[in-house]
């Protein structure tokens, strides 16, 4: 009887152990790393519009119109007591989903220095691709560089050739909701959800990843030629620990 008793205890005992490893795994899913080597500090979005002539045509104005989407993300260092430095941060595994299927996505990384000229130069679409940002002692968006005790990166999502304007009347252009109302289309068109993985490697091997979330474009084009969004509550973002 006392043999029979002890197997009881013992097989609860053990149902006990599974039930609080299943709550530690389930609460880890949904709320991650607790304390990060470095965190998510801003975001800023700025959305535009803007053109590309085809050159010398039979019209005046023959232009592909694109719907430009500049992001802005940095990250600060986290609260850990162990101090450790940044390796390398990577976006990848972009999905772009539109309400309206539009002109071609592409993800564009920075080629030059900061301002109108930033993406001159950038034709390598990194939609399949990894943009990586490698630690170093400064910040340089140009070559892709994070100061490596936090930093700002960028990079830009283009709707290329969205539509295209041709005209012999106008004397001016302007890349608004004027020349999006022009080749028929609305700011429910130009909608799109866009997911994007960070993974945060450190000095350490440690690896840290997380996935954000948000909507292209921000505010109204069909109102402003430029609209901006910052964000700074990453309360809803989980990073887990992984390994590569």
Do not use: H
Not at 13 to 30: C, P
Not at 68 to 77: T, V
Not at 191 to 201: G, H, L
């Amino acid at each position: 009887m006392k043999n029979y008793l002890k197997k009881i205890l013992f097989g609860l005992f053990i149902l006990l152990i599974l039930f609080i490893a299943l709550l530690i795994i389930v609460k880890y899913n949904e709320e991650g790393e607790k304390s990060l080597p470095f965190k998510l500090s801003k975001i800023v979005i700025i959305s535009t519009i803007d053109g590309k002539s085809k050159g010398q045509t039979d019209t005046i104005w023959d232009i592909d119109i694109n719907q430009i989407n500049d992001l802005y993300i940095s990250f600060d260092e986290g609260d850990r007591k162990e101090k450790e430095i940044i390796e390398s941060i990577t976006f990848n595994n972009f999905s772009i989903n539109q309400s309206k299927k539009l002109g071609e996505i592409k993800i564009l990384a920075p080629t030059g220095d900061f301002g109108s000229t930033m993406y001159s130069n950038s034709t390598e679409n990194y939609f399949d691709k990894d943009i990586v940002y490698n630690g170093g002692e400064t910040n340089d968006l140009k070559k892709l560089q994070i100061g490596n005790t936090g930093g700002t990166t960028a990079f830009r999502i283009e709707m290329a050739n969205i539509g295209n304007f041709k005209s012999n009347d106008e004397t001016v252009i302007s890349y608004d909701g004027s020349i999006l109302q022009k080749i028929g289309l609305t700011s429910e068109d130009l909608k799109a959800d866009v997911n994007v993985v960070i993974t945060i490697k450190t000095n350490k091997n440690n690896y840290f990843r997380g996935n954000i979330e948000f909507q292209t474009p921000v505010g109204n084009l069909m109102e402003k030629s430029s609209c901006e969004k910052v964000i700074e509550d990453f309360s809803n973002i989980v990073f887990k620990r992984v390994k590569e």
